[in-house]
């Protein structure tokens, strides 16, 4: 777990440079990093002359005036101590912790407040994303595939709305899964606010995260920024009904933009509810009827994951496997390995592993190659 920087350290020095300049009103994640390129460090952001911040793209006299008084006020000091005091974690972009995931795209949020953990394995992460104003069949598919899904190992992504969001991270939740919320707002402002304890449960068991500062309400601007953040996390994205002007269609567009999987569950023909989903699929998103079918969707990870004690998740379809296929499989590595090897590893019967080996390789997750050896295949 990220720890916050030690009171009168020289990290928090460093740490608290940063987060001023994040709290500047006007100062958004292309700006923060436009101005950390240009001049190096927080701190000399901070420092510099009106003029050599102007210099910067989309800085103007205003937010150049706004820098500067940001390196004298005390909000970033405020904000830490309320961070610490409430046990809420803040992750820089380009600090360990932070998700490798979120980190690879165009607009990267400079820092993230989080209530909660987020934990390597939440890499391999699926967003499940809807309409607000929602049909009862939408309610029961988002659950049930947030069910499979986190039951499978896979972490929820949402964004704590009413309706399909909020069925979604109730699926996981009721699996004993991982399901991380990303907010609009600040955490000192749950919204809606009626989702409250749903946020409070999911910080026990996931994440709540956002990069508006703490005490952030709603407002109409926020909620699109927002939606790339949750494509970001996630390895793909799935739409359970979407109308042809909802809102979840802005993470489509995201996920889009990032290389992400876009998949929709169809509803009936005429609802049009699902016209968003209808028309995704027409122009070639997945279609979904199962949790299966997202799971073969899904291309590999970045790097391997770890869901279980030995056992690594290359790609999201080994999850489909049953126990003794995945058994087998973690005994065959990304290099190639004798068969010789892999049956002196295991104490499983000869004839059982050549006969998963051989559903492995129909299911083209081995490879066989010349002289006896194996090779794991990751895409």
């Known amino acids: 777990m990220a720890l916050?920087?030690?009171?009168?350290?020289?990290?928090?020095?460093?740490?608290?440079?940063?987060?001023?300049?994040?709290?500047?009103?006007?100062?958004?994640?292309?700006?923060?990093?436009?101005?950390?390129?240009y001049f190096g460090l927080a701190g000399q952001v901070l420092r510099a002359s009106t003029k050599s911040l102007q210099e910067v793209e989309g800085v103007g006299p205003k937010l150049a005036a706004a820098i500067g008084a940001a390196a004298i006020e005390g909000t970033a000091e405020k904000v830490l101590a309320r961070c610490r005091e409430a046990g809420y974690q803040l992750l820089e972009a380009d600090s360990v912790d932070f998700p490798e995931s979120l980190r690879s795209i165009p607009d990267v949020p400079q820092m993230l407040f989080v209530n909660g953990e987020i934990?390597?394995?939440?890499?391999?992460?699926?967003?499940?994303?809807?309409?607000?104003?929602?049909?009862?069949?939408?309610?029961?598919?988002?659950?049930?595939?947030?069910?499979?899904?986190?039951?499978?190992?896979?972490?929820?992504?949402?964004?704590?709305?009413?309706?399909?969001d909020t069925a979604a991270h109730r699926g996981a939740l009721a699996a004993g899964g991982r399901t991380i919320a990303v907010l609009a707002t600040g955490l000192d402002h749950i919204y809606p606010p009626e989702n409250a304890d749903l946020a409070a449960a999911i910080a026990k068991s996931g994440a709540v995260v956002t990069e508006a500062r703490l005490d952030q309400h709603p407002s109409p601007g926020i909620f699109p920024q927002r939606n790339r953040i949750i494509s970001g996390l996630s390895m793909g994205v799935l739409v359970i009904e979407a109308a042809r002007n909802s809102g979840a269609l802005h993470t489509v567009r995201h996920a889009m933009?990032?290389?992400?999987?876009?998949?929709?569950?169809?509803?009936?023909?005429?609802?049009?509810?699902?016209?968003?989903?209808?028309?995704?699929?027409?122009?070639?998103?997945?279609?979904?009827?199962?949790?299966?079918?997202?799971?073969?969707?899904?291309?590999?990870?970045?790097?391997?994951?770890?869901?279980?004690?030995?056992?690594?998740?290359?790609?999201?379809?080994?999850?489909?496997?049953?126990?003794?296929?995945?058994?087998?499989?973690?005994?065959?590595?990304?290099?190639?390995?004798h068969l010789d090897q892999i049956l002196s590893s295991t104490t499983l019967d000869a004839s059982r592993v050549l006969a998963t080996l051989t559903v492995l390789e129909m299911k083209r997750l081995v490879r066989r190659q010349p002289g006896g050896y194996l090779v794991r295949v990751t895409y």
């Open 4 to 37: 916050l920087p030690e009171p009168g350290s020289e990290r928090e020095t460093r740490f608290l440079e940063r987060l001023r300049l994040h709290l500047v009103p006007g100062v958004g994640p292309l700006t923060h990093l436009r101005l950390l390129q």
């Open 257 to 337: 933009e990032q290389g992400r999987e876009v998949m929709a569950l169809p509803g009936r023909v005429d609802s049009l509810a699902s016209d968003g989903c209808h028309d995704l699929i027409r122009d070639g998103a997945t279609l979904i009827r199962h949790a299966d079918d997202v799971l073969k969707a899904l291309g590999p990870t970045m790097k391997p994951v770890s869901i279980e004690p030995q056992t690594e998740v290359h790609s999201p379809r080994e999850l489909i496997l049953n126990d003794q296929e995945r058994i087998v499989l973690n005994l065959v590595t990304t290099e190639p390995r």
């Open 119 to 164: 934990l390597p394995r939440d890499h391999l992460a699926v967003a499940i994303v809807g309409s607000r104003r929602c049909t009862v069949y939408g309610v029961h598919q988002a659950e049930k595939l947030a069910n499979a899904l986190a039951r499978a190992g896979v972490t929820i992504v949402s964004g704590l709305a009413q309706g399909i």
